[in-house]
């Protein structure tokens, strides 16, 4: 049985940041989530000055959160060969950052970080043993390896939090029954499930999820509604997508959140920007211990020069998801105000 409650503080800190503090009473939720979209530095391309902690700083009060997660491409790291024959560029790009920027991560309030995708195997095993070390000394979780299951304990619940992408250093996302069965150990041993998929084509004009596969650069980047769906119907609450680099509409599927992609959330000289490859967000939300949404807000952001967040005073990329979560899902979408505001579950309003 479900019973723990986040406080009312934990509450305070998601919607409202500078009433983080307010006594009250407990809040109608479990677990409050922050998810943001694909970060990839890297030495090759030009790091920012400060690293991770000053490129999020004007945001900390966005990443608040019981649990602040997000997708990180590439690796932390100094050993390891390159994937790209001659060097990181052209039509080959390999992301290496410094292991201290782990540090910098945890400064910035990440407690998890999926490293299932399309970069985590950039400096083959020696930077993915690494970036396990670098993100284990900063107290930083990470989920994403094959056949992971990382259990952590967040206001008295247990929270298993498992990432997949199409490739063999990462849980399988091309292999629908096996993720279905980790889903259903992790549902065993846990309160509330949350799957990182890393999935889609890539490009400005791929901010629609299609029905079935999709392919980027020869690869077969899954069925993102196929597995997503297949995911909840074996018993995951919440679905947190990437990939795509551009953001995408957010699904209800039989009462539990699917956000299939947020875009960018930094990328300084590595990710592309321009028109709506620089609209991105953070996703705050508010599950019930049963694990359904009572609450949440989208953040809007925008990538400025060279590829780093800022608030979005215009709220681009709400009217942006808005209009596809309504185009791609009709009537199964969470209802999104032009401030962001998630409306709650229609169960539990």
């Known amino acids: 049985m479900r019973r723990a409650l986040a406080t009312a503080a934990a509450a305070a800190a998601l919607l409202a940041p500078a009433q983080a503090h307010a006594a009250g009473q407990l809040a109608p939720y479990g677990l409050s989530v922050s998810w943001v979209g694909d970060m990839a530095f890297s030495s090759d391309q030009g790091l920012p000055p400060g690293g991770p902690g000053a490129a999020f700083a004007s945001l900390r009060s966005y990443l608040k959160a019981d649990l602040v997660a997000g997708n990180l491409e590439g690796t932390l790291a100094t050993g390891g060969s390159s994937k790209c024959p001659g060097g990181s560029g052209g039509t080959c790009?390999?992301?290496?950052?410094?292991?201290?920027?782990?540090?910098?991560?945890r400064h910035a309030g990440f407690d998890l970080l999926n490293v299932a995708n399309n970069h985590a195997n950039d400096y083959g095993g020696t930077g993915q043993s690494q970036t396990s070390a670098a993100l284990r000394s900063a107290g930083i979780a990470y989920a994403g390896r094959p056949g992971q299951i990382t259990i952590l304990h967040v206001n008295g619940l247990r929270v298993a939090a498992m990432g997949f992408a199409p490739y063999p250093w990462a849980s399988p996302l091309l292999d629908i029954p096996a993720a279905a069965a980790m889903v259903r150990d992790a549902r065993s041993r846990a309160n509330i499930v949350i799957c990182f998929i890393?999935?889609?084509?890539?490009?400005?004009?791929?901010?629609?999820?299609?029905?079935?596969?999709?392919?980027?650069?020869?690869?077969?980047?899954?069925?993102?509604?196929a597995f997503a769906h297949a995911m909840i119907d074996a018993g995951a609450d919440l679905v947190l997508g990437s990939g795509p680099h551009v953001i995408r509409g957010i699904e209800r599927y039989?009462?539990?959140?699917?956000?299939?992609?947020?875009?960018?959330?930094?990328?300084?000289?590595?990710?592309?920007?321009?028109?709506?490859?620089?609209?991105?967000?953070?996703?705050?939300?508010?599950?019930?211990?049963?694990?359904?949404?009572?609450?949440?807000?989208?953040?809007?952001?925008?990538?400025?020069?060279?590829?780093?967040?800022?608030?979005?005073?215009?709220?681009?990329?709400?009217?942006?998801?808005?209009?596809?979560?309504?185009?791609?899902?009709?009537?199964?979408r969470y209802a999104i105000g032009a401030d962001g505001t998630i409306e709650p579950d229609p169960a539990i309003r």
């Open 93 to 105: 790009f390999s992301f290496r950052a410094p292991p201290s920027y782990a540090f910098g991560f």
């Open 254 to 332: 039989h009462r539990r959140m699917i956000a299939y992609s947020l875009g960018n959330f930094a990328g300084p000289h590595t990710l592309g920007l321009g028109g709506n490859s620089s609209l991105s967000a953070i996703l705050n939300v508010n599950l019930t211990p049963g694990g359904l949404v009572s609450g949440g807000r989208w953040v809007p952001l925008v990538m400025v020069s060279p590829g780093l967040p800022r608030y979005d005073p215009a709220h681009r990329s709400a009217a942006l998801v808005r209009a596809l979560s309504r185009e791609d899902f009709g009537s199964r």
């Open 198 to 225: 890393h999935q889609g084509a890539e490009g400005a004009d791929k901010d629609h999820v299609p029905y079935g596969p999709e392919t980027a650069f020869g690869e077969n980047r899954g069925s993102a509604r």
